[in-house]
């Protein structure tokens, strides 16, 4: 085995970790304002239908990745009217988001099914051979690629030091106190939900646009699932969510390795080794409740309602 | 004109004002009739998605909602589904009531039909009386044992039951996949993925000649009764409706908690099993890979449906279920995509949640003003 292998190993790896880090970033900003959306499977798939759809009618590659982040955001606008204007229960409307969008993206996809995808244009592909092992993890990627491993740093650096950062964590920790400082909380918690939408948007059409060119019903998978996990394995920190991401796109990729050179395990064992990892990756973080405290935002699930 | 105060919703302009004012207490009329409310809505948003993809929308909605159920065989079709979604929702009633969000009934659903399942290959060829009781109890025992495991790791462990419950139901869809294609595939089955026919005394009895309704429904029905007892008539339905509104209430009163989490999380894992035993030794008698069509997550909305309410929960599952029936008429008859049964179960959720406004908030007539 090469260096250059090894390389192209772990850049396969990153792959198939752009759509948790992107769903999962998004997700973070919304639970830090204090909402928890269990809908990002259902945007996830949303954005999935729409930018494969909008690629196969305009054909122009930009429109559909807009389109698919405008469709998660539409999506996950009904979430935020319920939760925030109507003050419905964050759990049940999250889960009838993703009842609803996968349901609403088969409807849809019905036509797209067996289409063959459009080629995604890729950033210096012609630097790839020009280093061994670092090559073809740094170059030849889409642009989701590079804004997918950027995310975690821009987000832990708007958590953190800028101003708008600051409310939305003070708006998730102590909604009251937000609001007696003049913070408009509604507004906020509606602006996070819109992102979030919006990112799981992105997270849906790189699965159907770059991962694997196509459309086929219900391919996010449980996907979005393991993006919420994610966000309690990452204790509500961005970075950590790009490790995060690394492990379980690694499972991925080393079960496909493992088919490949024939070792005697199930498939099916395979296949579920991520979600199994996930548990226990969610009892190992969660045994310590005094760090989860300390770092779930304390008003995570719960509605906010000013009388005025 | 002088502009309303800040608190004063205006509706018609310089005529009339609106107020939303919050409740008191949540109105008790109101929380039986939002569901009502939600059901037509859907209706009017179902008939508006069905015109904007190119349908007549009565005729639309006739196919999806009468059509099924217009002769005997369809109703019995749809006692047919109700029946599992009926009694996964009565499970999951325990768990909401006491603010145990288990959403893996699913899961629960798939392991106690592969318990059974195996308990009844094990009978393969043998008849006898006391097969199919010892069936139903692997089944139940086996929904338990995977309910537990999220009940167990939130107890003990603090872990989110959400996303544990949900991770497993991935998980026991893809153990039900390794044995039927693999070690409890049928010899005589040319590999096709499913396993042998269960012999007559490990299946639910039809109930009639030519339908396929079957014996399941009385357990569906036991578990109507058993529940409504405990919740409105035992201490322990109490303890549950407590700590549902406050835990903290619960544990000033000394309530166990965990064993409470642990309980419920088992009723409910015992009624999603018994579902899945339902299901495969009811009309189709073996083991294959798809043992429901996602009934323990139509679940969820049957039993917000109902409100948590025994006698509420039948109604809703026979609502829910004419959307499964709809969905297959309308698509022989209509060409309507299928799906469409999913996204009228999320529009039903959505619309009942919604309405759940008016159950803390009026809006409140405060005459005209000039």
Same mark, same amino acid.
């Given at each position: 085995?090469?260096?250059?292998?090894?390389?192209?190993?772990?850049?396969?790896?990153?792959?198939?970790?752009?759509?948790?880090?992107?769903?999962?970033?998004?997700?973070?900003?919304?639970?830090?304002?204090?909402?928890?959306?269990?809908?990002?499977?259902?945007?996830?798939?949303?954005?999935?239908?729409?930018?494969?759809?909008?690629?196969?009618?305009?054909?122009?590659?930009?429109? !559909?990745?807009?389109? !698919?982040? =405008?469709?998660?955001?539409?999506?996950?606008?009904?979430?935020?009217?319920?939760?925030?204007?109507?003050?419905?229960?964050?759990?049940?409307?999250?889960?009838?988001?993703?009842?609803?969008?996968?349901?609403?993206?088969?409807?849809?996809?019905?036509?797209?099914?067996?289409?063959?995808?459009?080629?995604?244009?890729?950033?210096?592909?012609?630097?790839?051979?020009?280093?061994?092992?670092?090559?073809?993890?740094?170059?030849?990627?889409?642009?989701?690629?590079?804004?997918?491993?950027?995310?975690?740093? =821009?987000?832990?650096?708007? =958590?953190?030091?800028?101003?708008?950062?600051?409310?939305?964590?003070?708006?998730?920790?102590?909604?009251?106190?937000?609001?007696?400082?003049?913070?408009?909380?509604?507004?906020?918690?509606?602006?996070?939900?819109?992102?979030?939408?919006?990112?799981?948007?992105?997270?849906?059409?790189?699965?159907?646009?770059?991962?694997?060119?196509?459309?086929?019903?219900?391919?996010?998978?449980?996907?979005?699932?393991?993006?919420?996990?994610?966000?309690?394995?990452?204790?509500?920190?961005?970075?950590?969510?790009?490790?995060?991401?690394?492990?379980?796109?690694?499972?991925?990729?080393?079960?496909?390795?493992?088919?490949?050179?024939?070792?005697?395990?199930?498939?099916?064992?395979?296949?579920?080794?991520?979600?199994?990892?996930?548990?226990?990756? =969610?009892?190992?973080?969660?045994?310590?409740?005094?760090?989860?405290?300390?770092?779930?935002?304390?008003?995570?699930?719960?509605?906010?309602?000013?009388?005025? | 004109?002088?502009?309303?105060?800040?608190?004063?919703?205006?509706?018609?302009?310089?005529?009339?004002?609106?107020?939303?004012?919050?409740?008191?207490?949540?109105?008790?009329?109101?929380?039986?009739?939002?569901?009502?409310?939600?059901?037509?809505?859907?209706l009017?948003?179902g008939?508006?998605?069905?015109?904007?993809?190119?349908?007549?929308?009565?005729?639309?909605l006739k196919f999806f909602f009468i059509v099924p159920i217009?002769?005997?065989?369809?109703?019995?079709?749809?006692?047919?589904?109700?029946?599992?979604?009926?009694?996964?929702?009565?499970?999951?009633?325990?768990?909401?009531?006491?603010?145990?969000?288990?959403?893996?009934?699913?899961?629960?659903?798939?392991?106690?039909?592969?318990?059974?399942?195996?308990?009844?290959?094990?009978?393969?060829?043998?008849?006898?009386?006391?097969?199919?009781?010892?069936?139903?109890?692997?089944?139940?025992?086996?929904?338990?044992?995977?309910?537990?495991?999220?009940? @167990?790791?939130?107890?003990?462990?603090?872990? &989110?039951?959400?996303?544990?419950?949900?991770?497993?139901?991935?998980?026991?869809?893809?153990?039900?996949?390794?044995?039927?294609?693999?070690?409890?595939? &049928?010899?005589?089955?040319? &590999?096709?993925?499913?396993?042998?026919?269960?012999?007559?005394?490990?299946?639910?009895?039809?109930?009639?000649?030519?339908?396929?309704?079957?014996?399941? @429904?009385?357990?569906?029905?036991?578990?109507?009764?058993?529940?409504?007892?405990?919740?409105?008539?035992?201490?322990?339905?109490?303890?549950?409706? #407590?700590?549902?509104?406050?835990?903290?209430?619960?544990?000033?009163?000394?309530?166990?908690?965990?064993?409470?989490? @642990?309980?419920?999380?088992?009723?409910?894992?015992?009624?999603?099993?018994?579902?899945?035993?339902?299901?495969?030794?009811?009309?189709?008698?073996?083991?294959?890979?798809?043992?429901?069509?996602?009934?323990?997550?139509?679940?969820?909305?049957?039993?917000?449906?109902?409100?948590?309410?025994? #006698?509420?929960?039948?109604?809703?599952?026979?609502v829910?279920?004419i959307t499964?029936l709809g969905?297959?008429t309308a698509?022989?008859?209509?060409?309507?995509?299928?799906?469409?049964?999913? #996204?009228f179960?999320?529009?039903?959720?959505?619309?009942?949640?919604?309405?759940?406004?008016?159950?803390?908030?009026?809006?409140?007539?405060?005459?005209?003003?000039?």
């Amino acid at each position: 085995m090469d260096i250059n292998f090894i390389g192209l190993i772990l850049a396969s790896i990153m792959a198939s970790a752009v759509p948790l880090i992107l769903a999962s970033c998004g997700e973070l900003i919304t639970e830090r304002s204090g909402v928890l959306n269990l809908g990002v499977e259902g945007m996830m798939i949303i954005g999935a239908i729409s930018g494969f759809a909008l690629m196969t009618v305009t054909g122009n590659l930009f429109i !559909a990745v807009i389109g !698919a982040m =405008l469709a998660g955001l539409l999506i996950s606008s009904i979430f935020a009217f319920l939760t925030q204007t109507l003050i419905t229960n964050h759990v049940a409307t999250g889960l009838a988001l993703t009842i609803f969008g996968i349901g609403i993206s088969a409807m849809i996809g019905k036509n797209f099914v067996g289409i063959p995808g459009k080629e995604f244009p890729v950033l210096f592909d012609g630097l790839k051979d020009t280093i061994p092992f670092l090559g073809p993890i740094l170059f030849g990627h889409s642009v989701v690629f590079y804004f997918a491993f950027a995310l975690p740093f =821009l987000t832990n650096f708007f =958590l953190k030091k800028t101003k708008i950062g600051l409310i939305v964590r003070a708006v998730g920790d102590s909604p009251v106190s937000a609001s007696n400082q003049g913070i408009n909380v509604k507004l906020v918690r509606y602006s996070c939900i819109l992102y979030g939408g919006a990112m799981c948007g992105l997270a849906g059409a790189y699965l159907s646009m770059i991962y694997t060119p196509q459309w086929i019903e219900n391919m996010t998978g449980g996907r979005g699932w393991i993006a919420l996990a994610l966000v309690v394995f990452s204790t509500w920190n961005p970075i950590k969510i790009l490790f995060g991401a690394m492990i379980f796109g690694g499972l991925t990729i080393i079960q496909f390795h493992m088919q490949a050179i024939g070792v005697r395990i199930p498939v099916q064992f395979l296949s579920a080794l991520p979600y199994i990892i996930t548990i226990i990756v =969610l009892v190992v973080i969660s045994r310590d409740s005094r760090k989860i405290r300390l770092s779930t935002p304390s008003s995570l699930g719960k509605s906010f309602y000013k009388d005025n | 004109m002088k502009l309303p105060p800040k608190n004063l919703v205006c509706l018609w302009e310089g005529e009339k004002l609106i107020k939303i004012v919050k409740r008191d207490q949540p109105s008790r009329a109101i929380f039986f009739l939002t569901p009502v409310l939600a059901i037509f809505l859907t209706l009017v948003a179902g008939g508006l998605i069905f015109y904007i993809l190119g349908f007549k929308p009565f005729e639309a909605l006739k196919f999806f909602f009468i059509v099924p159920i217009a002769d005997m065989y369809g109703f019995s079709e749809l006692l047919l589904k109700a029946t599992p979604l009926c009694l996964i929702a009565i499970g999951l009633s325990f768990c909401f009531k006491s603010n145990n969000w288990n959403i893996g009934a699913e899961g629960q659903l798939t392991f106690g039909a592969i318990v059974s399942g195996g308990v009844a290959l094990l009978f393969y060829n043998q008849e006898g009386f006391y097969i199919l009781p010892i069936v139903l109890l692997a089944g139940a025992v086996g929904g338990m044992l995977y309910a537990s495991i999220p009940a @167990i790791l939130k107890t003990y462990f603090n872990t &989110n039951e959400i996303l544990v419950s949900l991770m497993l139901v991935y998980v026991s869809k893809l153990i039900l996949d390794y044995l039927v294609v693999g070690p409890w595939s &049928n010899p005589e089955g040319f &590999n096709f993925p499913e396993t042998r026919q269960f012999s007559e005394s490990a299946r639910l009895p039809l109930l009639f000649e030519g339908l396929r309704i079957h014996a399941g @429904i009385f357990l569906a029905l036991a578990a109507v009764i058993i529940s409504w007892f405990i919740f409105y008539k035992t201490y322990l339905g109490f303890q549950m409706k #407590v700590s549902g509104f406050s835990l903290k209430t619960a544990r000033y009163a000394g309530y166990k908690g965990k064993k409470m989490i @642990i309980l419920v999380f088992l009723i409910s894992g015992a009624c999603a099993g018994l579902a899945g035993v339902g299901e495969i030794t009811g009309p189709i008698g073996q083991l294959h890979r798809e043992v429901s069509p996602d009934y323990g997550f139509t679940a969820i909305i049957v039993a917000f449906l109902g409100r948590l309410h025994p #006698v509420g929960i039948i109604f809703a599952s026979l609502v829910v279920a004419i959307t499964y029936l709809g969905a297959e008429t309308a698509q022989i008859f209509m060409q309507i995509p299928k799906y469409t049964g999913q #996204v009228f179960q999320g529009m039903i959720l959505f619309f009942l949640l919604a309405s759940d406004y008016l159950l803390f908030f009026k809006f409140k007539f405060i005459g005209s003003k000039k």
